[in-house]
């Protein structure tokens, strides 16, 4: 006997009559797109895809007709790891090496100080190999300023966007979530692509600690914000991936 038909003005499940469970994702995400439309299609087919699969289509579409979706561009490559990178590129994972070169990050801080803030003109390609390895703590013995505000005085434009992204999630992965969730809701309108984006991408991986962060630095719950900005079944669903109020 096949199962109960679930309610909801979104899904138009007549469409799919007579019910006949779908036997490869192929089908079930084809029958998906056939019931569901707007910010909940985007939402449960995002559900259906693997991490990795996922932040390889929203990098495909990033990329894909007459300009680029720089912000995402920036969002995903910067809060990823290297291993997470590589399995999206479907390349070779990185080893992890469990030996701390305390004298090579001593040099790297030296390096990123003589190459930015000490010297006329920012050497751009040395920046880029040594922020994205280590040491923001120790780049504070050597400039007057701490790492973001180096940024903000040497780079412009979208380099000065990504590397402030890379940095704010190398210090803090979960806060920068969240700073990005309440960018999204804040003001008139909602950017829907981007909350959905990191609701779908973070739900099986640090969304408790995302919620922790959101609620520690703007007074609310992230539940609370998605209640006022959201609706109906896109509303439903995106509440059930936050996993309840704090």
């Not at 449960?44 to 929203?58: C, H, N, R, V, W």
């Amino acid at each position: 006997m096949p199962p109960s038909k679930p309610t909801g003005t979104s899904m138009p499940i007549a469409m799919l009559s007579p019910w006949k469970p779908p036997s490869r994702p192929k089908e079930l995400s084809a029958a998906l797109k056939s019931a569901l439309s707007g910010h909940l299609e985007a939402v449960i087919l995002g559900l259906l895809k693997t991490p990795a699969q996922y932040d390889a289509s929203e990098l495909k579409a990033a990329m894909k007709g007459l300009g680029t979706d720089e912000d995402t561009l920036i969002e995903i490559v910067c809060s990823r790891t290297n291993q997470e990178l590589a399995i999206i590129n479907k390349g070779r994972r990185n080893e992890d090496c469990s030996v701390v070169d305390f004298e090579l990050i001593d040099q790297d801080a030296r390096d990123l100080y003589d190459a930015g803030v000490k010297r006329k003109g920012t050497d751009v390609p040395k920046w880029i190999n040594i922020m994205t390895e280590r040491m923001f703590e120790r780049y504070k013995s050597y400039s007057p300023y701490d790492m973001l505000e180096s940024i903000k005085k040497e780079v412009k434009g979208d380099l000065e966007n990504a590397f402030l992204n890379l940095v704010q999630c190398i210090q803090n992965k979960q806060l920068y979530f969240a700073d990005r969730l309440y960018d999204s809701m804040k003001g008139k309108g909602t950017r829907d692509k981007v909350l959905i984006r990191i609701m779908v991408s973070r739900a099986e991986v640090d969304m408790l600690k995302v919620k922790s962060e959101f609620k520690r630095k703007y007074g609310k719950s992230l539940y609370y914000f998605i209640q006022q900005d959201t609706k109906g079944d896109y509303q439903r669903a995106l509440l059930n991936l936050c996993g309840g109020e704090d």
